[in-house]
């Protein structure tokens, strides 16, 4: 079973629709999430992390962590064109001082 | 504030050649890590750094990667030999401490022919 999973998509949306990407992770232990973002050829980068129950929020992004649940969710509001990448979900495992990514979810912006 | 920092960027070798590859992380980060991206694929991470000891090793194949962060700073991973299965992007990435997040350098494109 992998650690984290998450669709490869790719998922596409109109731009200025919200876009809806989800992740879902196999151990309890896990602390920490990040989103990060990769552009084709590009090395990842952070989007926003999160670890606490519930919303974060910047700007048009907002991450979403459900614990009981093993999900962690990335929602992009008023996607542009320039949001087009893969998206990347990482969980942090305190016990192990490891962290694991997922294969990445593909996202197109169509103008 | 210089980021992270890995050459060379680009690298074709035969089958059976080695290679290294080199990473200075952003100063002052004590968590070093090297990932192994395929095409399509999520990193997969290779070794993982505390300072100049291995924290997790578990996914390196011993048997040809071999990597090194000595005085804590700089790391060089190695493949010695090299199979065609290898060519991918090679990332080296630094965190302040463990669990905080990654930074990114601009990864080594290794093509194995």
């Known amino acids: 079973q992998k650690e984290v999973e998450q669709n490869s998509g790719p998922l596409s949306v109109p731009e200025g629709a919200i876009a809806s990407l989800n992740c879902t992770y196999s151990d309890r232990g896990s602390q920490s999430f990040f989103w990060y973002r990769q552009y084709s050829g590009k090395s990842p980068e952070l989007i926003m992390f999160i670890y606490s129950n519930g919303d974060k929020e910047d700007g048009r992004f907002t991450a979403q962590l459900n614990k009981a649940s093993q999900y962690v969710s990335l929602l992009i509001r008023d996607s542009q064109p320039s949001d087009s990448a893969t998206y990347l979900c990482a969980a942090f495992f305190g016990g192990y001082q490891k962290v694991t990514f997922g294969t990445g979810t593909k996202l197109q912006v169509i103008p | 504030e210089a980021g992270v920092a890995q050459s060379p960027r680009y690298k074709i070798i035969e089958k059976r050649q080695s290679v290294a590859f080199w990473c200075n992380p952003i100063s002052g980060h004590a968590t070093l890590y090297w990932y192994q991206q395929i095409l399509g694929q999520g990193p997969k991470l290779l070794i993982q750094f505390q300072n100049n000891g291995v924290v997790d090793d578990s996914q390196l194949p011993k048997d040809r990667f071999s990597a090194e962060r000595l005085k804590g700073v700089d790391s060089t991973l190695k493949i010695q030999p090299a199979k065609l299965e290898d060519s991918a992007v090679y990332l080296c990435?630094?965190?302040?401490?463990?669990?905080?997040?990654?930074?990114f350098g601009p990864g080594t494109r290794l093509l194995v022919l």
């Open positions: 990435a630094s965190s302040l401490v463990w669990g905080e997040t990654q930074y």
